[in-house]
């Protein structure tokens, strides 16, 4: 089975889109599909021995649109110029449009207008009176250019509508297309000697609704562009050339060139080009783009170096490991460039409806005109009630509700660290109530340090060079902890007890309290406390404890905190004892404690909470974990954790801060209140437009809509949806809260 992302060209509303997906699914093989209006993208899942990708992109073509595969981070630069393009060339058809159509209104308006003298007044009135024909010829020459830029509205919304499937080109097309050809029959009739016919002309109307929607497409083009500003940032993070050594040489080489096995070379403030290990060479890298962390990490031989991060000090050289789309900049933009092209759940009403919407319209357009034309015989009343309808109720606003929203989310998220992998993820975030949290390397830092040294003179240097010896855990936390380490000689690993050697001509013990001659309740306090207490004596008389534990990270007590005023109960599953478990519950301010769980039933417990009713998110770093993260409604991976946590994970944490936890929920909460914001707009707009539109009102004595407003009220509704989710760029993280 295989995933494709493919760029459609041509999409203009939420039928369009509707229309794409619907053509794909056709086709035997195609397992899912997700067409993305706000992002231009389809998202194809399929099986290769039945369908071929050629198939699935000439069925895009027979629907009226184009098909081209996605090219990732390397195509960022041409994606980019292709739709400054297309910004560029809206907004020259615009202002062509409205070099028309601006003196065509003023021509048509001008003569009716009476409460007011506005210049020209006075000679068009003259030539609409006596050479009607002249004048009607003139309006007709304005137009024609109108028609001429906005011809894609007729190619491609007549094409829709032979196929049966019309969309928001075919609404336009139909009412301006009315317009013209109303306005030509009436010509016809001024020539036949019927120069009454002059008033009845709505040349301006079709012009001016076509420039009306150019400058929407326009707007909504630059804001669409605007929603992707996240993914453009990462993708144009990478640098595009790298600094090879080959024969002894350095050669500057592009970075598509660059293989695995490479010696680079990054001299100081250049960028990283690929992933890889530092072979020779001591400096600071900046990882901010990829951890957040403002200080820069010091690499050495042997440590790991990412693409994109910034080298600060010195010159390093490394072996390239990752290159492509196997970098970490690059995995990060594609989960990214995932989720942009899903769906949340809720975008599925909006699928709904819009597969519905414009035949719907259509109907309703078509019956509202022959209802009037029925009760009053006034044709021209009858076309004003058709247009007003067939313009007014474009669903480009229902279509861009949903999608827009989840870019701007998940690109937020992405600039502050953190990964969502899809629209259903971001949504579901808002619902958790119960959050559960691995205790080794998420609570804790995962790695054991000395706490306490209860003691006098040199305890932690002698017990250290005791332990260097030793390759347990515990022994090594001690050892770096130590300022200075001696010489030891007659090492010996006595098991179940400790360890010993002779240091300084002295016997130097370590380890339980029997071995060491102690009383074992000394140590019991710290026990209590979550800490392993290592007992030690020289020359087989107790001198101290040094106690070792895996130290709470710094963010945990702030992140429960945090978590807590939001309402949502903590809880924590490990396998150790529920002495420690409870000790660092206690410092964290958790709510549940789940302890002495084995790796196989961490996904038992979590089925237990969801067996309760509640939606249920699971926290964790470990490949332990990866069970237990898959069966929770979320599944949260820590960045440092391991590769199979991960991808078991519906987000990720890049910079293995457990306070982006709760500003993970914070941003879905944000995204799906815009989400809403924006279907209850574009939703309501259409309820109220339509029977606006159909002459309700003037059923009442009010007055009747004129297209052109109703142009405008279209294009406008569209332009406020896409502002309203661009409001999500002002969200901020979660701040800690003060303890």
Request: net charge negative; with cysteine; proline share 4%.
């Amino acid at each position: 089975m295989d995933s494709q992302l493919l760029d459609i060209r041509g999409m203009t509303c939420a039928a369009c889109a509707q229309r794409v997906e619907k053509a794909i699914k056709k086709l035997d093989g195609v397992v899912s599909v997700s067409v993305n209006l706000a992002t231009d993208k389809a998202a194809v899942t399929y099986e290769p021995q039945t369908v071929r990708l050629s198939a699935i992109r000439e069925a895009v073509e027979k629907a009226g649109y184009k098909a081209l595969e996605s090219g990732g981070a390397e195509a960022a630069d041409e994606d980019r110029a292709r739709k400054q393009k297309e910004i560029k060339t809206l907004w020259t058809k615009f202002i062509i449009s409205a070099v028309f159509s601006v003196p065509l209104l003023y021509i048509a308006m001008v003569p009716m207008i009476k409460f007011v003298t506005l210049p020209f007044a006075a000679p068009l009135d003259n030539i609409m009176m006596n050479y009607p024909l002249i004048y009607a010829i003139a309006e007709l020459l304005l137009v024609l250019p109108v028609i001429g830029v906005g011809y894609k509205f007729y190619t491609v919304g007549y094409k829709s509508l032979i196929q049966r499937s019309p969309n928001m080109d075919s609404l336009i097309a139909v009412g301006t297309s009315a317009a013209v050809l109303y306005s030509v029959y009436n010509i016809i009739q001024i020539i036949s000697g019927n120069f009454k016919a002059v008033e009845s002309l709505y040349f301006e109307t079709a012009g001016v609704i076509v420039t009306l929607i150019l400058l929407g497409k326009s707007l909504e083009a630059v804001s669409k562009g605007r929603t992707g500003e996240a993914i453009k940032k990462l993708m144009g993070l990478a640098p595009k050339t790298a600094i090879v050594v080959q024969n002894g040489e350095e050669i500057e080489i592009p970075i598509s060139d660059v293989e695995i096995g490479d010696i680079i070379v990054v001299k100081p403030g250049s960028k990283i080009p690929v992933d890889g290990t530092v072979t020779d060479g001591h400096t600071a890298i900046d990882e901010a783009m990829l951890t957040g962390e403002s200080m820069p990490v010091d690499k050495s031989a042997g440590d790991l170096v990412y693409a994109a991060s910034i080298n600060t000090t010195g010159t390093i050289q490394f072996r390239a490991e990752k290159i492509g789309a196997n970098t970490a900049l690059a995995q990060i933009i594609k989960l990214v460039e995932d989720a942009q092209g899903s769906k949340a759940p809720i975008a599925q009403l909006a699928d709904i409806v819009s597969g519905y919407f414009v035949p719907t319209v259509c109907l309703i357009a078509l019956a509202a005109g022959i209802a009037w034309f029925a009760g009053t015989r006034d044709l021209e009343f009858s076309l004003t009630i058709f247009i007003s309808v067939l313009v007014i109720a474009c669903p480009c606003a229902l279509g861009l509700a949903t999608p827009t929203a989840i870019m701007v989310g998940t690109g937020k998220g992405a600039e502050n660290g953190i990964l969502i992998k899809s629209g259903e993820a971001l949504e579901t975030a808002h619902k958790i109530n119960t959050i559960v949290f691995d205790k080794t390397g998420t609570i804790t830092e995962g790695k054991p340090k000395v706490t306490d040294v209860i003691g006098g003179g040199d305890l932690l240097n002698l017990a250290a060079s005791v332990e260097k010896l030793s390759e347990h855990p515990l022994g090594l936390a001690i050892v770096e902890s130590a300022t200075e380490i001696y010489s030891a000689f007659d090492f010996e690993s006595v098991t179940g007890l400790g360890v010993q050697a002779t240091v300084n001509g002295k016997l130097v013990k370590a380890g339980r309290a029997e071995f060491a001659n102690a009383d074992k309740q000394l140590g019991d306090e710290l026990a209590d406390e979550g800490k392993t207490p290592v007992f030690v004596s020289v020359d087989d008389v107790y001198a101290g404890i040094i106690a070792v534990a895996d130290t709470v990270k710094p963010s945990s007590r702030a992140a429960v905190a945090s978590l807590h005023e939001m309402g949502i109960e903590v809880a924590m599953i490990t396998g150790d004892n529920k002495k420690t478990a409870a000790a660092i519950a206690g410092q964290v301010g958790i709510d549940r404690v789940l302890s002495e769980v084995l790796p196989r039933d961490k996904s038992n417990e979590v089925k237990k909470l969801q067996a309760e009713g509640r939606k249920v998110a699971m926290v964790g770093d470990g490949i332990n974990d990866a069970p237990a993260l898959a069966q929770a409604d979320i599944g949260i991976a820590i960045g440092s954790g391991t590769d199979v946590a991960i991808e078991s994970a519906d987000i990720v944490l890049v910079r293995s801060d457990l306070m982006d936890v709760p500003t993970a929920i914070n941003l879905s909460k944000r995204t799906i209140r815009n989400i809403k914001q924006n279907l209850f707009w574009a939703f309501g707009y259409n309820v109220i437009g339509i029977p606006i539109a159909a002459g309700v009102l003037h059923l009442f004595g009010g007055s009747l809509l004129n297209p052109i407003f109703a142009a405008a009220a279209m294009s406008l509704s569209s332009v406020s949806v896409l502002t309203n989710a661009l409001r999500l760029k002002r969200f901020k993280p979660t701040r800690e809260v003060q303890l």
